[in-house]
């Protein structure tokens, strides 16, 4: 970490060159004797990322930031927030800290936090950062998280880690067994100093995968921002043998969207089945990850359009955790009608259990993108294939 980014007229600088190009800031001759114009560039295209994703640091002075990669493996401020909502207690320890998001959320949440990240810089840099912000109750140690479990007979409210997503060839793994450190194979370990453990995991882990490596797992938590899934979260108790409890989140200005039920319920009763009605309605993308198809539809006192279509309708509006709409029209997707009143519109397509591709359908029938009309190209309970021509409530 070099402490001369901390200059005034080096902060002075990155402030007011946000918007330059940093690509040619680096073939420049330097700007400074005593920081290089690539850690110029560095500090500015990671203090970009955390503009709208960490708006606290970003606010802060003498925030030093690492490279941009750590930036876009962190946790956003509003997911981290809603991971402290999930735990308390007196003491967790972070087994992989990172640019310590999450902990800085935990921190308000626990006396004592210990945060292992095995990246010494890293490590350096978030432990400067806690102290700009006004952290004093965390605790920092340059090491691999497991590894200090083994040296230490400690014991935690909490366990938090957030394993490493790629191997050493840098590829994309989806078994938790293939990640780092290897939770799967070391949950002894873990339950032997907490009898809670909480673990992000990429959204690209598929929940009975998951499920099958695991042990214990009590809760499982979909978040998604803006109806993008980001992470899931799996906590784990020791002992635990009940049923697995799954929840999900969509986070939104607009007011937060939640969906839970019980893993086994799913399987055990199904969403009665219904021709459209007046309004539709589209899950987000959090409850469509987690597979409550029935659920949601249950919960929600809405009927499903097809078994396969994740697509709902009712008579009357409802709360629903998605988007809803109103259907204006329901247009045959075979003849001549479909083509005379559809044809060369402006509207937002989107396909359900439909054969063709929204940019088959876009090209065939000539229609604009955008606009305020909805087309659902879908298959109904009856196996026909319609269109519904809606406008968003």
Request: charged share 25%; proline share 3%; with cysteine.
């Amino acid at each position: 970490m070099n402490k001369a980014i901390f200059h005034t007229e080096v902060q002075e600088f990155i402030g007011v060159n946000l918007r330059t190009d940093t690509n040619a800031l680096v073939l420049k001759s330097a700007v400074f004797e005593s920081v290089s114009n690539k850690e110029l560039a560095e500090q500015i295209q990671s203090k970009n990322k955390a503009r709208i994703k960490l708006p606290t640091w970003f606010k802060e002075k003498n925030i030093y930031y690492p490279p941009k990669l750590s930036i876009e493996q962190t946790s956003s401020e509003q997911t981290a927030q809603y991971k402290s909502s999930l735990i308390d207690g007196q003491k967790l320890i972070d087994l992989t800290g990172g640019f310590g998001v999450d902990d800085f959320y935990f921190s308000k949440q626990f006396d004592e936090i210990v945060h292992c990240e095995i990246n010494e810089s890293l490590s350096e840099i978030t432990r400067h950062n806690f102290r700009e912000l006004g952290v004093n109750n965390c605790s920092f140690f340059a090491q691999n998280g497991i590894d200090y479990l083994n040296e230490n007979e400690d014991v935690y409210d909490w366990i938090y880690l957030d394993p490493s997503r790629r191997n050493e060839a840098k590829g994309k793994v989806f078994l938790m067994a293939d990640c780092l450190p290897d939770v799967p194979n070391n949950l002894e370990l873990l339950f032997s100093r907490s009898d809670r453990v909480l673990m992000k995991t990429s959204p690209l882990i598929d929940l009975s995968q998951g499920l099958s490596e695991l042990k214990n797992v009590k809760e499982i938590h979909v978040v998604a921002l803006k109806n993008e899934v980001k992470e899931l979260l799996w906590i784990m108790e020791k002992d635990f043998v009940g049923e697995v409890n799954v929840q999900t989140i969509n986070l939104n200005e607009q007011g937060n969207q939640r969906l839970n039920f019980f893993l086994s319920d799913e399987g055990q009763k199904e969403c009665p089945l219904f021709l459209p009605q007046a309004f539709v309605y589209e899950p987000n993308s959090a409850v469509l990850k987690s597979g409550g198809f029935n659920q949601v539809g249950i919960q929600k006192n809405v009927f499903k359009l097809h078994k396969h279509s994740h697509l709902y309708t009712s008579r009357e509006l409802q709360e629903f955790p998605g988007r809803r709409f109103q259907i204006q029209r329901i247009v045959p997707a075979s003849g001549k009608e479909l083509k005379n009143s559809i044809k060369g519109m402006q509207a937002n397509v989107t396909t359900r259990n439909y054969p063709q591709s929204v940019e088959l359908i876009r090209k065939s029938l000539k229609i604009k993108e955008g606009g305020e009309v909805y087309l659902f190209f879908t298959t109904n309970c009856e196996e026909d294939r319609v269109c519904l021509v809606c406008a968003k409530v």
